[in-house]
């Protein structure tokens, strides 16, 4: 039977994880498909590029990766302390890097006047926020959505490009 990821993935344990993503109905995320006689190789840009944004972004550090033709690995390093140290503004700043925020913390940014009330909902909301952003499923999500999504237009296709969720292993030691 399957566990959820929060069970799975324990910061208290370690702070490191192997993650991987497979790709569906023999799609290739790069190289060469000799079937459809066509190079993907332009894929490994994507996920390279999405993966050096969200690592700037999120307070999870990229150790390893490796892309594969159907599927890739990549280590990831989960850096509470780094999460710990960032104000306000820096986390609705890195959040906001790939999502639209709610109009309350717009105003908040705009540097509109808000009530004790107002204020105390964005620091509610932020700090959900610093926590998302020491979170390997919300990593792999933003990772993965992007690709499938550059993927499918590309393919002229919908539909799902992964297998499922991403898998996850802890590393417990060297």
């Not at 926590?131 to 539909?159: P, V, Y």
């Amino acid at each position: 039977m399957t566990k959820a990821r929060s069970s799975l993935i324990s910061i208290d344990a370690t702070p490191y994880y192997h993650c991987v993503s497979r790709c569906v109905r023999r799609s290739f995320l790069c190289g060469y498909d000799e079937r459809a006689q066509q190079s993907y190789e332009h894929r490994r840009g994507w996920i390279e590029k999405r993966l050096l944004a969200l690592a700037n972004a999120f307070c999870i550090d990229v150790c390893a990766y490796a892309i594969m033709s159907n599927h890739y690995h990549v280590v990831l390093h989960i850096n509470t302390n780094k999460a710990k140290k960032l104000s306000q503004t820096e986390i609705v700043d890195r959040w906001l890097a790939f999502h639209q925020g709610p109009a309350l913390v717009q105003r908040l940014i705009a540097g509109d006047k808000l009530s004790d009330a107002e204020a105390e909902r964005c620091s509610e909301i932020t700090e959900v926020w610093r926590e998302r952003l020491t979170s390997i499923s919300w990593f792999m999500r933003l990772l993965n959505q992007h690709i499938s999504s550059e993927a499918n237009r590309e393919d002229k296709c919908t539909g799902h490009f992964w297998e499922g969720r991403f898998k996850s292993q802890a590393l417990l030691d060297e």
